[in-house]
Nanobody, 122 residues
Framework: QVQLVESGGGLVQAGDSLRLSCAAS????????MAWFRQAPGKEREFVAA????????FYRESVKGRFTISRDNAKNTVYLQMNSLKPEDTAVYYC???????????????WGQGTQVTVSS
């Protein structure tokens, strides 16, 4: 069992940056692959980024490549999503997810956080 708690969301202007954090507890964090998803109002949840258990493989959806960076600190049981050059279309609830299998870009992850709201104004 893994418990995930996201933080770091907020209201920013277009072009600004935010860093989301996802703190994990309850199991061996370093054995889990981690991902970020997002869901905008009225839209399907979509894959944003993923990182493997060791942090040496990362994956991104095309629209965030070059702007977002996923990373992890296994000593702190935390995964991060650094979001730069934010756009209004990045507005969504952002969720982190964990699974012992690396799943990209499907959302078939075993464990999910409660989400954190990111709102980007134009």
């Amino acid at each position: 069992q893994v418990q995930l708690v996201e933080s770091g969301g907020g209201l920013v202007q277009a072009g600004d940056s935010l860093r989301l954090s996802c703190a994990a507890s309850g199991s061996t964090f370093s054995s889990y692959n981690m991902a970020w998803f997002r869901q905008a109002p009225g839209k399907e949840r979509e894959f944003v980024a993923a990182i493997n258990w060791g942090g040496y493989r990362t994956f991104y959806r095309e629209s965030v490549k070059g702007r977002f960076t996923i990373s992890r600190d296994n000593a702190k049981n935390t995964v991060y999503l650094q979001m730069n050059s934010l756009k209004p279309e990045d507005t969504a609830v952002y969720y982190c997810a964990a699974d012992q299998r690396l799943r990209v870009p499907t959302d078939d992850y075993a464990y999910w956080g409660q989400g954190t709201q990111v709102t980007v104004s134009s």
